[in-house]
Structures are given as structure tokens and as C-alpha cells.
């Protein structure tokens, strides 16, 4: 699963992808500073493996990850070939979903690319050229199946009827995402490759000083914003991200709670990245290794399996199941057990988050 972390030039971009990755992302006060994305796996925080890997006195603990893509600055007229715009916008076409990143600070030492700061313009002038490329695509696409739905063919139709209904919310500068559609039609929509049926994340970036402080006039603007088109939003330091991630773990606590927070913005950003995507971790644990699985929500037992290996998903017999409250109040699997909070399912069951699982299968 990908993210790609879009917004404005000068907005931060690079600078979080920095602290997301520590890949050293360039970043510099000029547009289009970063041509070809650059890509980095991050771990998704889960306190969870710890506490199994203590339990089991784990060799190895391995988290689930997540990959961020850093794309370069778009400006108005990207849809249009600005500013190289097809070619970022080709990369956005490649990722599950997008973390946009809106400048919410003043700094008169880094300039914007429109000459002054307002973050709802800026995230306008972003979703309107995604919408500008989806109407481009669109209206290709219903030239070429136009003239098949007049001859008569039903599925020619039943395609033109859903096209229908995103040009209409594009042309009302609503993202394709605000169009349902059937699930007859859930297939075609997919290969629509729509950038604007993408979920999207709105990351506020602030200024240093302000973190820890109410919201800013900027970020609630922001938030406002993301509120109308049903998507979420939170609040960033891409600055202090980026000085926290060159920190020796043991320093990072101290540095957070001198700036009086309790988490990073970073691990809010990456849990809240892997919901935005739909995706929740089941646990396996036991001596050699304590492991987060990355499955889609709504995934079952045999399915989840297979994230293992193919044989567990076609040989699969059950799955013994112990939630992950349960396990560590109780202290141990046998104990689990003994209280009968081990439950063996089969084939149907829906996997939750936070399962600690031991599959049975035999091939």
C-alpha cells in the first residue's frame, strides 16, 4: 500500500517525508525541487509487539509498514502540463491514497509559490487540478465508449451512466470519491483510475512554536475544510518531526515532553495513514518472533492467512484466536485457554484488529 504526500511547493513536503523515512529527501526553498519521487517503508507504531515480544521473550519483532512516496510540488495549470504537471500527476495515479500536506505557518525565509499564505485556497488549487486531470480522462473515455452504448450494448450503457454521474460532481467541483458507486459498478470504477476517488489525509504543517498551543486560525480553516468533503485532518511540525527523527530513541521522549506532547506527530500521521487505507494488523507471537500482519479490513481467517504464506490460506483448517486484551491480562496462551478465551474459527470468520493468532493447515 502507498501513500503519496502531495501539496504545494514549499509546504513542508520534503521535510516530512524526511522525518518519515530519515531517507534524506532533498529539500530547499525553490519549486520543484523534488522531480522524481522518492520512496521510503516506514514501520506503523503499535506498542502491542513490545508487550508480546517481553512475553515471549521474542529473537525478533517485526512491525507492520507502510510505504510513502514524496511527489513534487504541483501548482495551478498541473492538469494543463504546468510545472511538470502530467508527470507528477502520473505518480499520484500510482498510490492507494494521499497525505496532503498545507502550509499553516508564516516564515518569511520561505517563499510560496502564490506570494502569500492561505491554506483553503491551497488545498483548492490541489483538488481542482486533480479534478481538471479526472475530467480530462473522463471525457476521453466516454468519447470511446459513447459511441459503443448508442449501438445499443447494455454494459457500454451501464459504464456511460456512472461516467455520467462523476462528470456531473466533477463539474460541481465535488471529488469523484463524493459518487457511490453500485457495486455492479465497483469494478469499472476501479479501472477508471480516478486520482480524485483516492482517500485523502490533510496534514496541517505548523510553526515550531505553536505546537502544543490551540489550533491556529490557519489549521481551523484546514479542518473545516476537510470536514465538508468528509476527509480527515491533523496537525504537524514538519521542522520538529524532522529534529525529532535524528534523535536516539531515548532522547525522543524527553524532547516531547519538554514541547509537552505525548506521541509524535509522525506516529499520529502513520496510524492514522494505515486507517485512511482500511487496514488493521493481526499478531502472531512465540520465541523466534513477535510480528504485525497488515490485512484490509473485513479480510477472513483463511484470507489472512495467506499474508503468511499460500499454503496457510489453501490449507487451512482454523484458527486459534485470543485477543490481544485478553492475552496480556491474563499473562500467557495456557492461561487464555484455561478460561476458555482462545476461540477456534473457521473459514468465515472475520479477522479483527489486534487478533494474536495460530493458524492450523495442513497441505
Known amino acids: 500500500m502507498k501513500l503519496g504526500v502531495v501539496g504545494l511547493p514549499n509546504v513542508g513536503k520534503s521535510t516530512l517525508f524526511n522525518a518519515l523515512t530519515k531517507a534524506g529527501a532533498q529539500a530547499a526553498n525553490y519549486p520543484f525541487c523534488t522531480i522524481e519521487p522518492n520512496t521510503g517503508i516506514v514501520a506503523v507504531p503499535d506498542k502491542r509487539l513490545d508487550v508480546l515480544g517481553r512475553m515471549y521473550d521474542s529473537a525478533k519483532i517485526t512491525p507492520a509498514t507502510i510505504e510513502f512516496v514524496d511527489i513534487a510540488g504541483l501548482v495551478r495549470g ?6 511538470l504537471g502530467n508527470k507528477f500527476l502520473s505518480h499520484i495515479r500510482e498510490v492507494d491514497a494521499i497525505v496532503h500536506v498545507v502550509r499553516c505557518f508564516e516564515d518569511e525565509n520561505i517563499s510560496h509559490v502564490d506570494g502569500s499564505i492561505d491554506p483553503v485556497r491551497d488545498m483548492e488549487t490541489i483538488n481542482m487540478e ?34 455520467e454521474r462523476y462528470m456531473q460532481a466533477l463539474d460541481q467541483g465535488l471529488p469523484a470519491r463524493s459518487v457511490q458507486p453500485t457495486p455492479e459498478e465497483q469494478d469499472f470504477a476501479r479501472q477508471l483510475f480516478l486520482l480524485t476517488t483516492k482517500p485523502v489525509l490533510y496534514a496541517a504543517n505548523i510553526a515550531e512554536e505553536e505546537l502544543g498551543a490551540p489550533d491556529n486560525p ?15 485532518a491533523l496537525v504537524v511540525s514538519a521542522r520538529v518531526e524532522e529534529e525529532l527523527a535524528q534523535l536516539p530513541d531515548e532522547e525522543q521522549a524527553e524532547f516531547l515532553q519538554a514541547l509537552g506532547l505525548g506521541e509524535s506527530g509522525l506516529n499520529r500521521l502513520i496510524a492514522a495513514s494505515y486507517d485512511l487505507l482500511g487496514l488493521i494488523s493481526y499478531l502472531t507471537a512465540g520465541p523466534k518472533e513477535t510480528r504485525a500482519w497488515t490485512i484490509t479490513r473485513g479480510m477472513t481467517a483463511p484470507q489472512a492467512a495467506g499474508k503468511i504464506h499460500s499454503d496457510f490460506e489453501r490449507g487451512f483448517i482454523r484458527a486459534e484466536i485470543v485477543s490481544y486484551d485478553d492475552l496480556v491480562e491474563n499473562g500467557s496462551m495456557a492461561a487464555c485457554k484455561e478460561k476458555g478465551l482462545v476461540r477456534s474459527e473457521g473459514k468465515d470468520y472475520v479477522m479483527k484488529d489486534g487478533d494474536v493468532v495460530l493458524f492450523r493447515f495442513n497441505v
Open 78 to 83: 498541473a492538469s494543463k502540463g504546468e510545472g
Open 218 to 232: 490557519m489549521v481551523q480553516q484546514v479542518r473545516a475544510a476537510a470536514e465538508r468533503e468528509n476527509a480527515r
Open 130 to 163: 486533480l479534478i481538471y486531470a479526472d475530467m480530462e480522462s473522463l471525457e476521453k473515455r466516454m468519447a470511446r465508449t459513447r459511441k459503443v452504448a448508442v449501438s445499443g450494448d447494455a454494459q457500454a450503457r451501464a459504464e456511460m451512466a456512472l461516467m
